[in-house]
T-cell receptor, first 111, second 114 residues
Framework: QKEVEQDPGPLSVPEGAIVSLNCTYS??????FMWYRQYSRKGPELLMY????GNKEDGRFTAQVDKSSKYISLFIRDSQPSDSATYLC???????????FGTGTRLQVTL | DGGITQSPKYLFRKEGQNVTLSCEQN?????MYWYRQDPGQGLRLIYY???????QKGDIAEGYSVSREKKESFPLTVTSAQKNPTAFYLC?????????????FGQGTRLTVV
């Protein structure tokens, strides 16, 4: 079993839709949960992160962690064509952690 | 501007050749990483370095080698032993590897075997 599982997509939604991107993980030692966004032919950039369980909101983006079920979600409200990218989840244990990424979900927001 | 620079952007290699991908950072970060990205497989860790003159194998180190002689530089050599080297290679750095750490990525090198 991989440490981090993510549906690779592609996921295609119309502009304005609410998008839900998800990851599952197997390592119960993960404490920090990060989402990176990667545009085509570019390096990933950190979008947002949460620590332990709960929600965190940043503009149109909400990150949610459920440690009991080892499930991570990223919600995008009022999706825009500029949100079209690959979204990668990356959990960390918090101690001498090497970054482990999910496969990434490719999102396409259409006009 | 602070950041990570990878070069070249595109690289072509003949069968049996070794090639070296450059990665330089001016962020004063201790930790540096090399990832390989293939379609549908996400980022897979090749090598990482927590400090100068020290590096560790990642999940797919076979056929690759690295050095870390300077804090700002972490070159990756793809050797002829790597059977399927065509991929997008990403270099990253972070302040260190303890606790929460954000990784900063370069723009990548696309390597193609011809």
């Amino acid at each position: 079993q991989k440490e981090v599982e993510q549906d690779p997509g592609p996921l295609s939604v119309p502009e304005g839709a609410i998008v839900s991107l998800n990851c599952t993980y197997s390592n119960s030692a993960f404490q920090y949960f990060m989402w990176y966004r990667q545009y085509s032919r570019k390096g990933p950039e950190l979008l947002m992160y949460t620590y332990s369980s709960g929600n965190k909101e940043d503009g149109r983006f909400t990150a949610q962690v459920d440690k009991s079920s080892k499930y991570i979600s990223l919600f995008i409200r009022d999706s825009q064509p500029s949100d079209s990218a690959t979204y990668l989840c990356a959990p960390l244990t918090g101690t001498a952690s090497k970054l482990t990424f999910g496969t990434g979900t490719r999102l396409q927001v259409t006009l | 501007d602070g950041g990570i620079t990878q070069s070249p952007k595109y690289l072509f290699r003949k069968e049996g050749q070794n090639v070296t991908l450059s990665c330089e950072q001016n962020l004063n970060h201790d930790a540096m990483y090399w990832y390989r990205q293939d379609p549908g497989q996400g980022l897979r860790l090749i090598y990482y370095s927590q400090i100068v003159n020290d590096f560790q194998k990642g999940d797919i180190a076979e056929g690759y080698s690295v050095s870390r002689e300077k804090k700002e530089s972490f070159p990756l050599t793809v050797t002829s032993a790597q059977k399927n080297p065509t991929a997008f290679y990403l270099c990253a750095s972070s302040i260190d590897m303890s606790g929460y750490t954000e990784a900063f990525f370069g723009q990548g090198t696309r390597l193609t075997v011809v």
